[in-house]
């Protein structure tokens, strides 16, 4: 493992220990300047080996959107999946939104 690999995936666990993230959500955190600003491919490296169980951020995200404002359910699955949302999977998303509802 690279120093950039581990130092990303440090964050990363830090990440998703404390908020709740997609895979892709988190590789973007991690790869933007605006973010970590890592390599994508230690971003990647990062997202692929963090101990988190996907469907459970999806969960927690959908929990907290739940907590603070008004969805539909269809509305809340489009959240969680929109590319310019939280970028969870469609099954992450309907899996979630199952849970919560």
Avoid: R
Avoid at 4 to 11: D, F, H, T, V
Avoid at 54 to 74: G, P
Avoid at 88 to 95: D, G, P, S, Y
């Amino acid at each position: 493992m690279t120093s950039g690999q581990e130092n990303a995936l440090e964050a990363g666990q830090n990440y998703v220990d404390i908020m709740a993230f997609s895979k892709a959500g988190l590789i973007q955190q991690l790869s933007s300047p605006a973010g970590d600003d890592y390599s994508k491919a230690d971003a990647t490296f990062a997202a692929n080996n963090v101990d988190a169980d996907w469907n459970a951020e999806a969960v927690e995200a959908a929990e907290n959107y739940l907590d603070t404002m008004s969805f539909s359910k269809q509305g809340l699955i489009e959240q969680l999946s929109s590319p310019a949302g939280d970028k969870f999977t469609k099954e992450q998303a309907t899996h979630a939104a199952n849970q919560v509802y």
